[in-house]
């Protein structure tokens, strides 16, 4: 897969937040491509803050320089402060998902009155394709979790429930492009922390369940939901 393609998710999501220049904008885990791209929608005269859970991209990001934008090496818990902003967004690749309450908490605490809100995550079954060549090994559950997310109505019913206004469901179905089903196991493969061995039997598995080793469609599924503070 592309670097243009491998996360459409990211850019739906943006477009929903509607960035605008000169906005106050806090973003979590973001990578450093994510983190170039908001930079320039909010413009020299605006702010960003991200905060990374890895240090070490933590630090890659601030080795850039970019004037406006703060970058901090920190684990959400849902309970932080770290200022008043325009918009917030959550769009983390995979998870592990922050607690259900944390997305409605952390809005509260750091969205100004009339902020912008949006938090896409990963679907309760974000890559089915992969979802079925892991249950044909017959692996951990468990491990799988990074992909397994939060429904839309659950996520629409905690952010209601805590006061947050105009809460709205997006589709976050997307399609991907892998060349071969050894590229899709290679873009989710550190989330689940595989061994060069389990990759190799995970693209397996994923052959035998498509049928070929050939370019195919994959269809994602996130949960993508607005809301203003």
Known sequence: MSPSDDKPWFHAAVQLLDVRRQDRLLA???????????????GGRGELIVLMPDREMAESVAEQGWP???????????NESFGSFD?????????PLLPSGAFAELS??????GGRLVVDVPGPDMVPDLCLAWQQLDWPRSRYEPLLG????????ILRSAGLRGVHGVLGAHLLH????????????????????????????LVRCRGGHGPFDVLVHRTRLQALR
């Open 108 to 113: 509260l605490r750091n969205l100004r009155p």
């Open 87 to 95: 918009a917030m967004l959550i769009a983390p690749t995979t998870g």
């Open 68 to 78: 406006q934008v703060s970058v901090l090496a920190h684990e959400a818990k849902g």
């Open 178 to 205: 892998p060349a071969t089903p050894a590229d899709l196991v290679d873009a989710f493969a550190p989330s689940f922390a595989l061994t060069d061995v389990e990759r190799v039997e995970l693209t397996h598995a």
């Open 150 to 157: 939060i429904g839309d109505d659950t996520l629409a019913g």
């Open 28 to 42: 979590l885990y973001c990578d450093l491509r994510q983190t170039r791209d908001l930079a320039t929608l909010v």
